[in-house]
Structures are given as structure tokens and as C-alpha cells.
């Protein structure tokens, strides 16, 4: 590598991934250097992650934020910015070499639209981008000559696996599943399952969108939507497995019959770091995978119909156009209200099927009417609350 680091941008530093992402960091401060760091609402933990890392500039998204945040970096030469568009902005500012967008939700389109125009290699950790607009992402990525090396322990798994395979044809995608919390629970059990309950997940330590979405199998249907715009597979070559162990994180089966899998101990750090130094490796301490501890590997099929979420998922990848969009819409919202305990967790399946039904469909969307879709489905799904 040269001598000369890397200049990182983190959208959302603070969330999970962001705050691993900035452990990445100080664990090869010889290699990469924090150019710009942007939060949502942790303003504390931002201003605490700016005077630590003294990055070129900062912004938060909810601008009633600004002020404390301009005063507390008052001692430093740190630029500081306010609002969605601000965040937006950063992610192409020039010196820029990666962008790891870790923000949460529809909110990671914009910035990441904007990083891939300016030609940036782009670290995605926010599935939610290619779920909402994988079409127009990745006609963006090829009219720029972007790169999009992916976060998501699967997809990182998948890329890692074709790693040297060139054009070899593949034949399947495997992504495996956790099954997360709720894996051997009845629907009658299913109905009375709290968020306190859903947000304790066996395996992986994430934030709590993404951990409600794991309980709900939501996160595997995105998965299988990013998996298909990522790697330009059919939906019918996508897999879905659940393997409760998490050791296997995904696999692909080629052609010739022969499956390639990548496995490691759950450790988020591991697919940032390799989206970082791809395609080197770089040596690291985390702790390793011992098979006299993890002895057994198990698997099964996954349940659709206590998990109806990954059916709808399947259904909006084939239908395509804007209904991924609205699936995505519709969730950000029952999560949010399932999060405060408003509404059930079956209710939340029950009440995307409506939406998905009644919510206007686009067959070949532009940007303009995924920002519509997305306003009208948000819409549509309190009413159905
Ligand atoms: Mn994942």
C-alpha cells in the first residue's frame, strides 16, 4: 500500500457499525486517517468522536443539534454542518477516498447517490440503499466507475468467495441466517413476543432497527434484494438458509457444483475492515475461530410462514420497480411503532401485506418517484396503524 492514508468518511459514526468502523481505524492509524464523520442525533458521542479523531469536518442531521455542536469543536479547526442535505454534501467532498455509509434506513440514499457520482469507493453498510433503488444505484455505479465493496457479513462473504473467480459462472447464491431470536417460536408464541424480547439477539450486537429486523426475517428478505443488485444474480439463484450457529456467514455455489463459503466468528469488524484494505488482508487480533469450541454447524429451512416478511421480500425483488421501495417504507415504519410497543410483531407482516397491496406500483421508477413512493407509503402505513 502507499505511504500516503487512506481519507475515510463515516456516515453514521455513531451507530454500531460506525463506532466498530472508528475501532478499524485506530487499529491502523498508519493505514487510514478520519477525513469527515456525520451522525443523525448522537450529538454527544459526535462531538466525543471529533475530538478524538480530528476529522476535517462534521454534520449532523437533525439540525436543532448545530449550535452545541459548533461550540463544543469551538477550540479546533473542525468545519461543522447541520441537515440532511449537509450529510448529503460531505459524502463527495473531494479528498474523500471511501465512504462507509452506516446510517440507518431510506436516509442512505442521497449521500450514497452523491458519493458513487463523485467516483468515490463506497463501503456499504446501509442495505437499505440497494433495497429502495438498486436499479438506479447500479446504473450510477457503472456510469461512474464507482466501487461498492460490501459491509453486510453475507454479502462481504459472497464477495470474499469470488474473490479470484473471474468470470466463472455462478450458479447460486447462499446466504445464511441466524434465525435470530425467535427461531423456535410458535405464531401463538409469535403474538405476544415483546421488542424487549426481539431486541435480544443470540449472535450478532447491532443497533435496534437492524436487530428488530433480524427478529422478523426482514432483514434476510433486504438481503436477498441487495445480494441480487450486488452481484447481478436472478432472484431465483438466491438461497436463503438458516444456520443458527453464525459462524458460516454465506456461500456461493458455482457452475462446476462446488461451493465456496467464508467463515468466521461474528465480529461486524472484520467485513469493514476487508471492505477497507480490499483486496489485501490485513493482519488483526480479533479472536479466532475454534472448531473444538464450535463443533457443530447446523442448518434448515427457513419458516415462511411464521416469517412472512421473507416472502414478501422474494415477492418484491421479482415484481421489481418501486415495490421494494415500498416494502422498505412500510417496515421503517412498523419497526418504529413495534419499537415502542404500539403495535404486535405478526402485526407488523400483516400490516406491510396491506400496504404493499394498496401503495401505488411504478414498473420503472425515476429518483423523483422513489422520494414520492417512500412519502406516501410512510403515509399509508400509519393509517393502516
Ligand atoms: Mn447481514
Not at 468502523?21 to 469527515?36: M, R
Not at 447460486?172 to 427461531?183: D, V, W
Not at 465456496?260 to 493482519?283: E, N, S, V
Request: aromatic share 8%.
Amino acid at each position: 500500500m502507499s505511504d500516503i492514508k487512506k481519507q475515510i468518511a463515516i456516515l453514521g459514526s455513531t451507530g454500531s457499525i460506525g463506532t466498530q468502523a472508528l475501532e478499524v481505524i485506530t487499529d491502523n492509524n498508519d493505514l487510514f486517517e478520519v477525513y469527515a464523520l456525520t451522525a443523525n442525533n448522537q450529538v454527544d458521542l459526535l462531538i466525543e468522536q471529533a475530538r478524538k479523531f480530528r476529522p476535517e469536518m462534521v454534520a449532523i442531521a437533525n439540525e436543532s443539534h448545530y449550535l452545541k455542536l459548533k461550540e463544543a469543536l469551538a477550540d479546533l479547526p473542525i468545519k461543522v454542518f447541520a441537515g440532511n442535505e449537509s450529510v448529503a454534501q460531505v459524502a463527495e467532498m473531494q479528498p474523500i477516498d471511501i465512504v462507509l455509509t452506516a446510517m440507518v434506513g431510506y436516509s442512505g440514499l442521497k449521500p450514497t447517490m452523491n458519493a458513487i457520482k463523485s467516483g468515490k469507493k463506497i463501503a456499504l453498510a446501509n442495505k437499505e440503499t440497494l433495497v429502495v433503488a438498486g436499479e438506479l444505484i447500479c446504473d450510477l455505479v457503472s456510469k461512474h466507475n464507482a466501487a461498492i465493496i460490501p459491509v453486510d457479513s453475507e454479502h462481504s462473504a459472497i464477495f470474499q468467495c469470488m474473490a479470484g473467480e473471474g468470470n466463472n459462472p455462478v450458479e447460486k447464491l447462499i446466504l445464511t441466517a441466524s434465525g435470530g431470536p425467535f427461531r423456535t417460536k410458535s405464531m401463538r408464541e409469535l403474538e405476544h413476543v415483546t421488542s424487549a424480547q426481539a431486541l435480544k439477539h443470540p449472535n450478532w450486537d447491532m443497533g435496534a432497527k437492524i436487530t428488530i429486523d433480524s427478529a422478523s426475517m426482514m432483514n434476510k428478505g433486504f438481503e436477498i434484494i441487495e445480494a441480487k443488485w450486488l452481484f447481478g444474480v436472478m432472484p431465483e439463484q438466491i438461497d436463503v438458509v438458516v444456520h443458527p450457529q453464525s459462524i458460516i456467514h454465506s456461500m456461493v455455489q458455482f457452475a462446476d457444483g462446488s461451493i465456496k463459503a467464508q467463515l468466521g466468528l461474528p465480529d461486524m469488524k472484520l467485513p469493514i475492515q476487508y471492505a477497507f484494505t480490499y483486496p489485501d488482508r490485513l493482519k488483526t487480533n480479533f479472536p479466532r475461530l475454534d472448531f473444538n469450541i464450535c463443533s457443530q454447524f447446523t442448518f434448515e429451512q427457513p419458516d415462511l410462514e411464521r416469517f412472512r416478511n421473507l416472502a414478501f421480500a422474494y415477492y418484491a425483488m421479482e415484481k421489481g420497480g418501486n415495490m421494494p421501495c415500498i416494502l422498505n417504507a412500510a417496515n421503517e415504519i412498523v419497526v418504529a411503532e413495534f419499537l415502542k410497543d404500539k403495535i404486535g410483531f405478526l402485526q407488523m407482516s400483516d400490516i406491510i401485506e396491506k400496504v404493499m397491496a394498496k401503495a401505488d406500483f411504478i414498473a420503472h421508477p425515476t429518483y423523483d418517484d422513489y422520494v414520492k413512493t417512500d412519502a406516501q407509503v410512510r403515509g399509508l402505513t400509519k393509517d393502516f396503524i
